[in-house]
Protein backbone atom coordinates (compact mmCIF):
# COMPACT_ATOMS: atom_id res chain seq x y z
CA UNK A 1 0.00 0.00 0.00
CA UNK A 2 1.00 3.30 -1.34
CA UNK A 3 -0.07 6.85 0.72
CA UNK A 4 -0.09 9.95 -1.14
CA UNK A 5 -0.71 13.79 -0.08
CA UNK A 6 -0.86 16.59 -2.14
CA UNK A 7 -0.22 20.08 -0.96
CA UNK A 8 0.92 23.30 -2.29
CA UNK A 9 -2.70 24.13 -3.79
CA UNK A 10 -4.36 27.94 -3.84
CA UNK A 11 -5.75 30.88 -5.83
CA UNK A 12 -3.72 33.06 -8.16
CA UNK A 13 -3.70 34.94 -10.67
CA UNK A 14 -2.69 34.54 -14.74
CA UNK A 15 1.35 34.44 -15.07
CA UNK A 16 1.43 33.65 -11.71
CA UNK A 17 3.11 30.64 -9.98
CA UNK A 18 3.08 27.88 -7.74
CA UNK A 19 4.71 24.85 -6.71
CA UNK A 20 2.64 21.61 -5.57
CA UNK A 21 4.16 18.92 -3.68
CA UNK A 22 3.19 15.19 -2.93
CA UNK A 23 4.67 13.25 -0.05
CA UNK A 24 4.63 9.26 -0.10
CA UNK A 25 4.34 6.46 2.05
CA UNK A 26 4.02 3.05 2.90
CA UNK A 27 5.46 0.49 0.39
CA UNK A 28 7.38 3.34 -1.49
CA UNK A 29 9.04 0.96 -3.28
CA UNK A 30 5.96 0.28 -5.31
CA UNK A 31 6.07 3.26 -6.59
CA UNK A 32 8.42 3.27 -10.15
CA UNK A 33 6.02 6.06 -12.10
CA UNK A 34 4.59 8.95 -10.24
CA UNK A 35 2.49 11.49 -12.34
CA UNK A 36 0.21 14.81 -11.94
CA UNK A 37 -3.65 14.42 -13.22
CA UNK A 38 -6.32 17.06 -13.68
CA UNK A 39 -9.96 17.54 -13.05
CA UNK A 40 -12.23 20.34 -14.25
CA UNK A 41 -15.57 20.12 -13.34
CA UNK A 42 -17.65 18.22 -15.38
CA UNK A 43 -14.52 17.27 -17.27
CA UNK A 44 -12.23 14.25 -18.29
CA UNK A 45 -9.52 13.79 -15.91
CA UNK A 46 -6.13 14.01 -18.02
CA UNK A 47 -2.20 13.28 -17.18
CA UNK A 48 -0.10 16.62 -16.83
CA UNK A 49 3.18 15.24 -16.13
CA UNK A 50 5.32 12.17 -14.87
CA UNK A 51 8.36 10.99 -13.88
CA UNK A 52 10.08 7.77 -13.43
CA UNK A 53 11.73 8.16 -9.94
CA UNK A 54 14.73 5.77 -10.51
CA UNK A 55 15.89 6.63 -14.47
CA UNK A 56 14.21 10.57 -14.02
CA UNK A 57 12.68 10.49 -17.14
CA UNK A 58 10.04 12.62 -17.69
CA UNK A 59 6.95 13.21 -19.79
CA UNK A 60 4.46 15.99 -19.99
CA UNK A 61 1.09 16.88 -21.97
CA UNK A 62 1.30 19.13 -25.13
CA UNK A 63 -0.29 21.96 -22.68
CA UNK A 64 1.83 22.48 -20.11
CA UNK A 65 5.40 21.83 -22.03
CA UNK A 66 7.28 24.74 -21.44
CA UNK A 67 5.35 26.22 -18.42
CA UNK A 68 5.50 23.14 -16.03
CA UNK A 69 8.59 21.50 -14.53
CA UNK A 70 8.06 17.58 -12.59
CA UNK A 71 10.84 17.27 -10.39
CA UNK A 72 11.62 15.02 -6.91
CA UNK A 73 13.21 14.14 -3.95
CA UNK A 74 13.30 10.37 -3.70
CA UNK A 75 15.79 10.95 0.45
CA UNK A 76 12.23 12.65 1.07
CA UNK A 77 9.66 10.26 -1.14
CA UNK A 78 8.49 13.59 -2.57
CA UNK A 79 7.38 15.19 -5.91
CA UNK A 80 6.72 18.61 -7.39
CA UNK A 81 5.08 20.29 -9.99
CA UNK A 82 6.79 23.55 -10.72
CA UNK A 83 3.90 25.74 -12.11
CA UNK A 84 4.88 28.96 -14.10
CA UNK A 85 2.65 31.09 -16.35
CA UNK A 86 -0.44 29.83 -15.35
CA UNK A 87 -3.41 30.11 -16.99
CA UNK A 88 -7.62 30.04 -16.64
CA UNK A 89 -7.38 27.08 -18.36
CA UNK A 90 -5.34 25.75 -15.48
CA UNK A 91 -7.63 25.96 -12.98
CA UNK A 92 -8.19 21.83 -11.78
CA UNK A 93 -8.51 19.98 -9.07
CA UNK A 94 -4.82 18.37 -9.67
CA UNK A 95 -4.09 14.71 -7.62
CA UNK A 96 -0.81 12.87 -7.31
CA UNK A 97 -0.81 9.36 -8.90
CA UNK A 98 1.86 6.44 -8.55
CA UNK A 99 2.10 3.09 -10.43
CA UNK A 100 4.44 -0.13 -10.21
CA UNK A 101 4.93 0.48 -14.17
CA UNK A 102 8.39 1.59 -15.72
CA UNK A 103 6.77 4.43 -16.96
CA UNK A 104 7.80 5.07 -20.64
CA UNK A 105 5.46 7.80 -21.21
CA UNK A 106 2.77 9.41 -19.22
CA UNK A 107 0.42 7.33 -19.51
CA UNK A 108 -3.51 7.25 -18.80
CA UNK A 109 -5.65 7.14 -15.36
CA UNK A 110 -6.11 3.35 -15.64
CA UNK A 111 -2.40 2.43 -15.73
CA UNK A 112 -2.03 4.25 -12.04
CA UNK A 113 -2.62 2.51 -8.66
CA UNK A 114 -2.58 4.62 -6.02
CA UNK A 115 -4.09 8.73 -5.26
CA UNK A 116 -4.14 11.28 -3.35
CA UNK A 117 -6.93 13.13 -2.24
CA UNK A 118 -6.46 16.06 -4.67
CA UNK A 119 -5.29 19.79 -4.34
CA UNK A 120 -6.97 22.94 -5.20
CA UNK A 121 -5.64 25.08 -8.27
CA UNK A 122 -7.55 27.91 -9.41
CA UNK A 123 -6.23 30.98 -11.65
CA UNK A 124 -7.75 34.66 -12.23
CA UNK A 125 -7.84 36.40 -15.16
Known amino acids: QVQLVESGGGSVQAGGSLRLSCAAS????????MAWFRQAPGKEREGVAAVHTSLGSTYYADSVKGRFTIDQDNAKFTMYLQMNSLKPEDTAMYYC??????????????????WGQGTQVTVST
Open 26 to 33: GETYRRNC
Open 97 to 114: AAAYRFCSNLGGERDYTY
